[in-house]
């Protein structure tokens, strides 16, 4: 049975850090991708990051360079969002999702959730200005 599990949300302070957790088990592919994907109200969900279980490659989007960092624990079957200088417009539920039998990772379906088999419930992070 695929379990995959968020935490690490909360409230923080404009400038703040948190740090997100994904445990993700279950699947079978050993080739997979898994990504952090994000939904303010109003909005649709956007892509945020992901990596690659094959190269660990990583890709982000625009918004979120230099200020947020993917990483991975195989050891853990856990994958972590580093996020840093946040900003209100980084309120959102942040979602973590893993899609199956991905051999090469590219930035489009990094982005895409239609590509993701998986997905977790959600943890809501919240920056106060």
């Known amino acids: 049975q695929v379990q995959v599990v968020e935490s690490g949300g909360g409230l923080v302070q404009t400038g703040g850090s948190l740090r997100l957790s994904c445990a993700a088990s279950?699947?079978?592919?050993?080739?997979?991708?898994i990504g952090w994907f994000r939904q303010a109200p109003g909005k649709e969900r956007e892509g945020v990051s992901c990596?690659?279980?094959?190269?660990?490659?990583?890709y982000y989007v625009d918004s979120v360079k230099g200020r947020f960092m993917i990483s991975r624990d195989n050891a853990k079957n856990t994958v972590y969002l580093q996020m840093t200088s946040l900003k209100p417009e980084d309120t959102a539920v942040y979602y973590c999702?893993?899609?199956?039998?991905?051999?090469?990772?590219?930035?489009?379906?990094?982005?895409?959730?239609?590509?993701?088999?998986?997905w977790g419930q959600g943890t809501q992070v919240t920056v106060s200005s």
């Open positions: 999702a893993v899609a199956e039998n991905v051999v090469v990772l590219l930035f489009s379906l990094c982005v895409s959730r239609h590509e993701y088999d998986y």
């Open positions: 279950g699947f079978t592919s050993d080739n997979y991708a």
């Open positions: 990596i690659s279980s094959r190269d660990a490659s990583t």
